[in-house]
């Protein structure tokens, strides 16, 4: 299992910027970040594979959100920026420790942390 810790969620308003930060406790093959709003179901954001940096990115942040990573601190990071009235959700980092395919699928995740909200407001 990969503990994972996420921070930096909070309010802004609309055409702000957030960071959120997950913390890592383990080796991972690959990293994404989720958010769901109340009555949603779960929404793939961004993913990155740890080893190549390669990211994908859902076509409503494209442009607007940057995922990355400090693997000397285990920690993945999502920029948020020109933040928009609908990105308010809780926002999950997640991720799949060995070898697999890295959908922005929330199935295809093994560990997850707890949550961090975003509000945006207008």
């Known amino acids: 299992q990969v503990q994972l810790v996420e921070s930096g969620g909070g309010s802004v308003q609309a055409g702000g910027s957030l960071r959120l930060s997950c913390a890592a406790s383990g080796n991972t093959y690959c990293m994404a970040w989720f958010r769901q709003a109340p009555g949603k179901e779960r929404e793939g954001v961004a993913r990155i594979y740890t080893g190549s940096g390669n990211a994908r990115y859902s076509d409503s942040v494209k442009g607007r959100f940057t995922i990355s990573q400090d693997n000397a601190k285990s920690t993945l990071y999502l920029q948020m920026n020109s933040l928009k009235p609908e990105d308010p959700a809780m926002y999950y980092c997640?991720?799949?420790?060995?070898?697999?395919?890295?959908?922005?699928?929330?199935?295809?995740?093994?560990?997850w942390g707890q949550g961090t909200q975003v509000t945006v407001s207008s």
């Open positions: 997640a991720a799949i420790r060995s070898t697999g395919y890295c959908p922005l699928v929330p199935t295809n995740y093994q560990n």
